[in-house]
């Protein structure tokens, strides 16, 4: 019976009887199944972060081609983020200096081709982020469509300078940083190298609204989903349509998700508010009432990054219907940031672990 077979892992020395010790391998993977992990949320949230990160730490390292390309992306989003900026300054009536208007000119001809065959003009655009113009646009980022974790001091004010030189090969935290939008159903696949061997299949899906009709095709034998939430975007519009706060599609969209019928019972949610970093500066200079589902914070901009998330939570879990309630965890990460992404897989692990060999009665 199931119960015998950990009594007997937990008494027989490790590697005293190999016999066993192949035994207890070759039944626990008859009687578990591969564990699949839905990675959603709306474009943006960090799902491809956590995929990311995932690899690093279960896989392997990115391959000679796939630091090539992060390499090109980390590139574009610069360009891309500083073109958004110039426009940004025009329409608020910033004007930029003579010197810096035929930079502005010559970065926004630029397309990603460019960027990926000649490289960056480095001096152009570190001119044209130094300009009074541009940094008072950037204070009304929350205004216009700009890539938050692109253009921060970790990429723009600590390494430029590395970034834009000719021999740049990104290091895996900048990878961490790109932003290239999900288009498609990507996969992950691992098996942990422990004591239970389990594999996983991790599925993450375009968050964009013309990719989510591809999740239902991926809601089939799930054994959790990973909601991802962008924490600092209560503020802002939705990439696809302009007027339509971020934070409320999310809340919606979290809403439709927890409560659908397409999940089984025993399926685990797992609530993850990401971005802690960019969520602590904003909330310092914008009130949480700008999104509208954040009506009653009672809150201002004193308020700590604890009080805030854990009204955002409550706010979630009162769209969670009673009936689905206690399948849904919550968790707080900066997905950037290794040490702490390893902590957050580390319990998320453990809940899926634990339930899956619970359910077949083996006990870790």
């Given amino acids: 019976r199931p119960t015998s077979i950990h009594f007997i892992m937990s008494c027989c020395p490790s590697g005293g009887n190999k016999k066993i010790d192949s035994d207890v391998a070759n039944w626990r993977h008859k009687w578990t199944k591969r564990a699949k992990l839905l990675l959603l949320g709306p474009g943006g949230s960090g799902k491809s972060t956590f995929a990311n990160q995932l690899k690093t730490i279960e896989v392997s390292d990115f391959s000679p081609d796939e630091v090539n390309t992060y390499r090109q992306i980390i590139r574009h989003n610069i360009v891309e983020s500083v073109q958004n900026l110039i426009a940004a300054a025009a329409q608020f009536g910033y004007e930029l200096t003579e010197e810096n208007k035929v930079y502005a000119t010559q970065i926004n001809l630029l397309e990603f081709q460019d960027v990926a065959v000649d490289g960056m003009p480095g001096d152009a655009i570190l001119a044209i982020w130094n ?11 929350s205004e216009f469509q700009f890539i938050e974790s692109v253009l921060t001091r970790y990429m723009v004010e600590r390494n430029y300078v590395r970034i834009v030189s000719d021999d740049y090969v990104p290091k895996i935290k900048d990878i961490m940083f790109a932003r290239s939008k999900t288009t498609g159903i990507s996969e992950l696949k691992f098996t942990l190298k422990d004591t239970t061997s389990q594999e ?3 599925v993450d899906v375009g968050g964009q609204r013309t ?5 239902i095709h991926c809601f089939d034998s799930v054994t959790a989903v990973l909601f991802i939430v962008g924490t600092p975007e ?5 990439y696809e349509q302009d007027g339509v706060n971020r934070m409320d599609e999310t809340i919606k969209l979290w809403h439709d998700i927890v409560n ?84 957050l897989w580390s319990v998320v692990k453990k809940f899926i672990l634990e339930d899956i060999f619970g359910n077949i009665g083996v006990a870790l």
């Avoid at 300009?131 to 980022?141: G, T, V």
């Avoid at 209560?234 to 939705?238: A, E, K, M, P, T």
Wanted: proline share 2%; with cysteine.
């Fill in 260 to 343: 659908s019928q397409f999940f089984e019972d025993s399926v685990h949610f797992f609530l993850i508010f990401n971005k802690l970093d960019l969520l602590e500066e904003k909330i310092k200079k914008f009130d949480l009432k700008l999104c509208p589902s954040f009506y009653d914070w009672e809150g201002d901009l004193n308020s700590s990054t604890e009080q805030v998330l854990k009204y955002m939570e409550r706010v979630f879990r009162e769209n969670v219907e009673p009936w689905r309630a206690n399948r849904v965890e919550v968790g707080h990460a900066t997905m950037v940031n290794n040490k702490i992404f390893i902590d």
């Fill in 200 to 202: 996983f299949l991790v």
């Fill in 234 to 238: 209560y503020n802002q519009d939705l």
């Fill in 131 to 141: 300009d009074d113009a541009i940094q008072q646009a950037l204070e009304r980022r």
């Fill in 211 to 215: 990719e989510r009709r591809k999740w």
